[in-house]
């Protein structure tokens, strides 16, 4: 079983940058592929970012490209996600999420292709 943790949320002001980590507890993550989703009250969960295991291909939702870096340091064990240049629609609970690469067909937009997943931190956008 893996435990996803998620850290590093908090209260921003426009424009403002955080950047959020993810380690699993108790299993080492570097054959896994990692993705970033975000669900805002009343809405659905929503594609943020994705990284495969060796960091060889990387993804991002239309929302946040240009502004947003998904990243992993197997040697730490942990995954990040740089927020930069944060707009308030950007409020939202984070998670992290995670599967065995080869395990599936790879689908990383897709919250239904992720078996693991965190517990959530918040993020508030605000001045």
């Known amino acids: 079983q893996v435990q996803l943790v998620e850290s590093g949320g908090g209260l921003v002001q426009p424009g403002g940058s955080l950047r959020l980590s993810c380690a699993p507890s108790?299993?080492?993550?570097?054959?896994?592929?990692m993705g970033w989703f975000r669900q805002a009250p009343g809405m659905d969960r929503e594609f943020v970012a994705a990284i495969t295991w060796n960091g060889g291909n990387i993804y991002y939702g239309e929302s946040v490209k240009g502004r947003f870096t998904i990243s992993r340091d197997n040697g730490k064990n942990t995954a990040y996600l740089q927020m930069n240049s944060l707009k308030p629609e950007d409020t939202a609970i984070y998670y992290c999420?995670?599967?065995?690469?080869?395990?599936?067909?790879?689908?990383?937009?897709?919250?239904?292709?992720?078996?693991?997943w965190g517990q959530g931190t918040q993020v508030t956008v605000a001045s």
């Open positions: 999420a995670a599967r065995l690469a080869g395990s599936y067909t790879y689908r990383p937009q897709s919250p239904e292709y992720y078996g693991y």
């Open positions: 108790g299993r080492t993550f570097s054959n896994y592929n």
